[in-house]
C-alpha cells in the first residue's frame, strides 16, 4: 500500500464500495458483454470501429454504463438498445458462474461492520445487473451485513464521476455526520473523482482493477491500496 496523503481515519463511520473491481471479480464479464451490446448496433467484432468502442470502455470502467453507450452510439434510442443488450448478456453471464468475491473482499466487509461503521455497495451498473451479482455471491442475505445496495438510477440517474451516488449513501444512511467521515473505494478513477467531488475524507484506488496508480493519483485519491481487504486495517489506525 503506498499513502498518497495522510488524513484522520479512525473517525471514519460510512464506507461505500464499488462493486466489479473492487469488492467482486466478473472475469472479464463487461467486454464480454459489450461485444453483444455492439453487435445490437451493427459494430462487428474485429472491426475497427469495435476496437475504438472497445477502446473507449475500457477507459471508462466505472461510469455508468448508460453514459458510455451514449456517448459511443449518440442518440438515445441507439444508447437504450445498447445498455438493453448489455445487461442483458452481463446477467447471462453472471448465471453461468463467473462471479466471485475479490480475496477478502466479504472479510473486510464483514470486519468494517464489526467495528461499527456502516457499508454500502455502488455500481455503474443497472438496478437488475446489480442483483443478479448479489444475488450470485448470496450479498443480499439479511446477515450480509450491508446497509444499503446503489445504483445510478437510486442517485437521479447520475452515476460516476459524478458524486450523487455517494451523497445519496450519505443522506440515506445517516451514518456519518460529514462527508469527512465517509471513506470511498474503487477500481477507477471515476469513483476516486466520485469520492472526491462529494468531498469524501478518504478515498483510495484499489490495484484489483480497471486502473492503476497514476490514474487514481491524477484524480485525487488520498490512498492506493492493493485490494479492499487492507481497508479494515488502514481505517483502524494500524498503519
Not at 196 to 222: E, I, N
Amino acid at each position: 500500500m503506498s499513502t498518497v496523503t495522510d488524513n484522520p481515519l479512525t473517525d471514519i463511520r460510512l464506507v461505500v464500495l464499488d462493486m466489479a473491481g473492487t469488492t467482486v471479480a466478473d472475469g472479464g464479464l463487461v467486454e464480454r458483454a459489450f461485444a453483444s451490446a455492439a453487435a445490437e448496433l451493427g459494430v462487428e467484432p474485429g472491426s475497427p470501429r469495435h476496437a475504438e468502442h472497445l477502446a473507449y470502455v475500457r477507459a471508462t470502467m466505472g461510469e455508468s454504463k448508460i453514459s458510455v453507450f451514449r456517448h459511443l452510439f449518440g442518440d438515445e434510442d441507439s444508447a437504450q438498445r445498447a445498455n438493453g443488450a448489455f445487461e442483458k448478456a452481463y446477467g447471462d453471464l453472471v448465471d453461468s458462474g463467473l462471479i466471485a468475491p475479490l480475496p477478502g473482499a466479504r472479510e473486510a466487509i464483514e470486519e468494517l461492520a464489526a467495528a461499527g461503521r456502516t457499508v454500502v455497495l455502488t455500481t455503474g451498473f443497472a438496478r437488475v445487473t446489480q442483483d443478479a451479482i448479489l444475488d450470485a455471491l448470496g450479498w443480499r442475505d439479511p446477515s450480509f451485513p450491508v446497509a444499503l445496495t446503489l445504483c445510478p438510477a437510486d442517485a437521479g440517474g447520475r452515476g460516476r464521476p459524478y458524486p450523487d451516488m455517494v451523497l445519496q449513501a450519505f443522506l440515506h444512511t445517516k451514518a456519518a455526520e460529514s462527508t469527512t467521515q465517509v471513506a470511498v473505494v474503487g477500481d477507477t478513477s471515476y469513483d476516486v473523482l466520485s469520492g472526491v467531488r462529494a468531498g469524501a475524507g478518504l478515498v483510495a484506488g484499489v490495484r484489483t482493477g480497471a486502473h492503476g496508480d497514476d490514474a487514481f493519483r491524477a484524480a485525487g485519491a488520498t490512498h492506493v491500496l492493493d485490494s479492499v481487504a487492507d481497508l479494515p486495517t488502514l481505517l483502524s489506525g494500524a498503519r
